[in-house]
């Protein structure tokens, strides 16, 4: 009666088995409390015969295991949601300890082509591009010692294939059930972003380079006010970008003029 009913099968089957296979022999299972509440508990028994093989009785010794079995059962949900939510995003997750990769979750596999059986005894900063390793390197063991580097920076790896992406991290410390401290990090791919950026540089430059080579007035207007003007703008109105900073566009026009050019 001290078992609730769903179970009381299971739990007269292991006597069952447990006399006719006599063992010491331990397992779990949950009780009904006097006051009709479950506990879960844990217990060894030993079957005790006579002289002629006859059973005699079981002998137990059972402990309340009740705050464990919660705690662990909290702990399967923490992890199925923290697997169910890293399995599910964009970002490239992993963990690190001692320097290794203990967890990584899908999309880092994918970042990266690599799994974590190919990282698990390398040290995390094997992938990094060489102009970057020992600037990630430093940053990461500073963590692991309880230091507080940057949160967030970008660096170039180097993926399974052979190529190279760049990834804007951000990472923190954190301990976790066995103790240890560990690194937690984010990585997104922003290597379009970069191309986009080196693109715009090299147009910009191009820009500059014609803008100050010509001898054609050349200016950039932007909220009314001017933001660039040439050498040859300078040269031939007499105005630097000192003067016109604190003037509108049309300040320097001839007022015969100056409301068809506003």
Avoid: C
């Avoid at 919660?70 to 963990?95: C, D, H, P, V």
């Avoid at 715009?200 to 207007?221: N, Q, W, Y």
């Avoid at 007499?238 to 015969?256: Q, V």
């Amino acid at each position: 009666d001290l078992v609730p009913e769903k179970e009381r099968n299971a739990v007269a089957q292991l006597y069952r088995n447990l006399a006719e296979q006599p063992r010491k022999f331990s397992y779990e299972h949950k009780v009904v409390t006097k006051d009709g509440k479950i506990h879960w508990f844990f217990w060894i028994d030993v079957p005790i015969f006579d002289d002629g093989g006859r059973l005699l009785e079981f002998q137990s010794v059972g402990h309340d295991i009740t705050k464990q079995r919660l705690a662990q059962t909290a702990l399967a949900e923490s992890e199925k949601k923290f697997r169910t939510l890293m399995g599910s995003t964009a970002a490239a997750i992993y963990l690190i300890q001692d320097n290794n990769f203990v967890y990584i979750n899908p999309a880092f596999e994918k970042l990266t082509g690599y799994t974590l059986a190919e990282l698990a005894h390398i040290p995390f900063w094997n992938f990094i591009h060489p102009d970057f390793r020992e600037m990630v390197k430093e940053k990461g063991i500073r963590r692991q010692q309880g230091d507080e580097p940057p949160e967030r920076y970008e660096f170039k790896i180097i993926i399974k294939n052979g190529k190279e992406k760049w990834v804007e991290l951000s990472a923190a410390s954190l301990t976790i059930q066995n103790n240890k401290l560990t690194i937690m990090g984010s990585m997104f791919d922003i290597t379009e972003r970069k191309h986009t950026e080196e693109a715009l540089r090299l147009s910009e430059d191009k820009f500059r380079a014609l803008a100050e080579s010509t001898s054609t007035i050349i200016f950039l207007i932007q909220n009314e006010k001017f933001t660039y003007i040439n050498p040859a703008f300078q040269r031939d109105t007499g105005y630097n970008m000192e003067d016109l900073a604190s003037m509108k566009f049309w300040d320097f026009i001839h007022p015969d003029h100056r409301e068809l050019v506003k």
